[in-house]
């Protein structure tokens, strides 16, 4: 059996192929899995679990499919998806996690993330982030009308995009004495994480001790998937049309 591990799938109603992936990949490899871990912005961004669109409806009722057939699902909110909440979990079956966790992975204890904490260098986003996790402020924007809610979400989006033009990748990228801090506070040698959309294993020696970070991959233009077992894991990338067949869940 394995665990597998996605995250920044950025899905939009306005990208059906990826869509259509994800559906693929929780139909046909995910159904098989001992559990899936999903470490944030699977959406490209979530405005509130009361989402109406159909977009929102068949995401999740393709996740509480799953879980009913009885894969556990754990999620961890990303910098996309942070007013994901209770009431999406309890439509769809999908246990929230805090945002750094300690798991066991088939004897092995790691730390996972969404990845965009340990961006340290990166002052201005960690200010925003600060700002928008406010509790005050999230149940005030919940609250707003729905159409006033997603013209906020757009404006929103245009500002970070424009924001990421100006920055070095170097900024935007983790910042390695944080990455060894949290390592050391969870005394675990393995961590897992999105965010930054380089997909890649690090291995490093800090103190002494050998440690492996593992990097998610984005789905803009392939699947990013992490493979979990006894024997060890593999990072694999598919054509977003690897998954394309039809698989339903029995």
Same mark, same amino acid.
């Given at each position: 059996m394995?665990?597998?591990?996605?995250?920044?799938?950025?899905?939009?109603?306005?990208?059906?192929?990826?869509?259509?992936?994800?559906l693929?990949f929780? +139909?046909?490899?995910?159904?098989?899995a001992? /559990?899936?871990?999903?470490? $944030?912005?699977?959406?490209?961004?979530?405005t509130g679990?009361?989402?109406?669109?159909p977009? /929102?409806?068949q995401?999740?009722?393709?996740?509480?499919?799953?879980?009913?057939? $009885?894969?556990?699902?754990?999620?961890?909110? &990303?910098?996309?998806?942070f007013?994901l909440?209770e009431?999406f979990?309890?439509?769809? &079956?999908?246990i929230?996690?805090?945002?750094?966790?300690?798991?066991d992975l088939?004897? !092995?204890?790691?730390? =996972?993330? +969404?990845?965009?904490?340990?961006?340290?260098?990166? *002052?201005?986003y960690?200010?925003?982030?600060?700002?928008?996790?406010?509790?005050?402020?999230q149940?005030?924007?919940?609250?707003? @009308?729905?159409?006033?809610?997603?013209?906020?979400v757009?404006?929103?989006? +245009?500002d970070?995009?424009?924001?990421k033009?100006?920055?070095?990748?170097?900024?935007?990228?983790?910042?390695?004495? *944080?990455v060894?801090?949290?390592?050391a !506070?969870? +005394?675990?040698?393995?961590?897992?994480? $999105?965010?930054?959309?380089? @997909?890649?294993?690090? *291995?490093?020696?800090?103190? $002494?001790?050998r440690?492996?970070? =593992? %990097?998610?991959?984005?789905?803009?233009?392939?699947? #990013?998937?992490?493979? %979990?077992?006894?024997s060890?894991? #593999?990072?694999?990338q598919?054509?977003?049309?690897?998954?394309?067949e039809?698989c *339903?869940?029995?």
């Open positions: 394995t665990t597998l591990f996605i995250s920044d799938l950025h899905l939009a109603a306005n990208r059906p192929d990826i869509t259509t992936c994800f693929n929780l +139909h046909c490899e995910a159904i098989d001992d /559990a899936l871990y999903i470490l $944030g912005d699977l959406f490209e961004f979530w679990d009361d989402d109406p669109t977009f /929102a409806s995401i999740r009722q393709a996740l509480h499919a799953l879980t009913t057939h $009885g894969v556990p699902v754990y999620f961890i909110q &990303g910098n996309r998806d007013l909440g009431t979990c309890q439509q769809t &079956g999908v929230l996690l805090p945002d750094v966790t300690e798991i088939y004897g !092995q204890r790691a730390v =996972i993330l +969404h990845g965009d904490t340990l961006c340290t260098d990166d *002052e201005r960690q200010a925003f982030r600060r700002k928008v996790h406010q509790p005050w402020l149940w005030l924007f919940k609250r707003l @009308p729905w159409r006033l809610r997603t013209r906020i757009s404006k929103v989006q +245009h970070i995009r424009d924001d033009q100006t920055k070095s990748m170097t900024i935007m990228d983790v910042n390695a004495q *944080e060894a801090t949290v390592m !506070q969870h +005394h675990v040698n393995l961590m897992i994480h $999105g965010h930054t959309h380089r @997909p890649a294993i690090h *291995e490093d020696t800090y103190e $002494g001790s440690q492996t970070r =593992i %990097v998610l991959g984005d789905w803009y233009e392939q699947a #990013s998937i992490l493979y %979990v077992d006894k060890g894991y #593999s990072l694999k598919h054509a977003l049309t690897h998954n394309n039809q *339903e869940i029995d």
